[in-house]
């Protein structure tokens, strides 16, 4: 296992279009997370999964935005109408339920919104 | 809102321990104390974490003060490559909706030659 792997790790798009970025965590975590980091900022946590159930969204997750794990695997987020607003690095860490073990951050997707 | 307070930035002679420290007053007895780092355009690196018990492992040692609300990150020997943010974070593992970590801005550490 090559640990937490986001895809793509960079993306270009013109605003208005969608975007789908994808996930693969460590295969024995069932948590996974996903996360928004902008310039100067600390990663600001959007939504958390454990196993296929969405458990928790932000209140930064606008109704544009959607996040899914359909069979508790991998995991995908989407942004439809993107915005310039949008344009930041998303994150995606993952994690082992009841456990004090640390999580596992992705590289991370690059978004720019021209 | 992040739950720690740290200094904004750090600076560091190579080869010389670097302190960071951190303050979490209103950590609970559940929550544990994290410590992950951030390299310039890479996701964060977990370094090391404790709940009440100072830690050492390969890459730092964790003091964390008897009352809890305070710790210290220790890099004993700084090198360039430990030039990042270091994040400090307080969260419980084993709790559905207070696992996730929650990060504030961090300490920008800078080692010089």
């Not at chain 1, 159930?53 to 794990?69: I, V």
């Not at chain 2, 559905?96 to 970590?101: A, F, G, H, I, V």
């Amino acid at each position: 296992d090559t640990g937490v792997s986001q895809d793509p790790r960079h993306k270009i798009t013109k605003r208005g279009q969608n975007v789908t970025f994808r996930c693969d965590p460590i295969s024995e975590h069932n948590r996974l997370y996903w996360y928004r980091q902008t310039l100067g900022q600390g990663p600001e946590f959007l939504t958390y999964f454990q196993n296929e159930a969405q458990l928790e969204k932000s209140r930064l997750l606008s109704d544009r935005f959607s996040a899914e794990r359909p069979k508790g695997s991998f995991s995908t987020l989407e942004i439809q109408r993107t915005e310039q607003g949008d344009s930041a690095m998303y994150l995606c860490a993952s994690s082992l339920e009841n456990s004090n073990t640390e999580a596992f951050f992705g590289q991370g997707t690059r978004l720019t919104v021209v | 809102d992040a739950k720690t307070t740290q200094p904004t930035s750090m600076d560091c002679a190579e080869g010389r321990a670097a302190n960071l420290p951190c303050n979490h007053s209103t950590i609970s007895g559940n929550e544990y104390v994290y410590w992950y780092r951030q390299i310039h355009s890479q996701g964060p690196q977990y370094i090391i974490h404790g709940l009440k018990n100072n830690e050492t492992n390969e890459m730092a040692s964790l003091i964390i003060t008897e009352d809890r609300k305070s710790s210290t990150l220790i890099l004993p020997h700084a090198t360039l490559r430990d030039t990042a943010v270091y994040y400090c974070i307080v969260s419980n593992p084993r709790s559905y909706n207070t696992d996730k970590l929650i990060f504030g801005t961090g300490t920008r550490l800078q080692v010089f030659p």
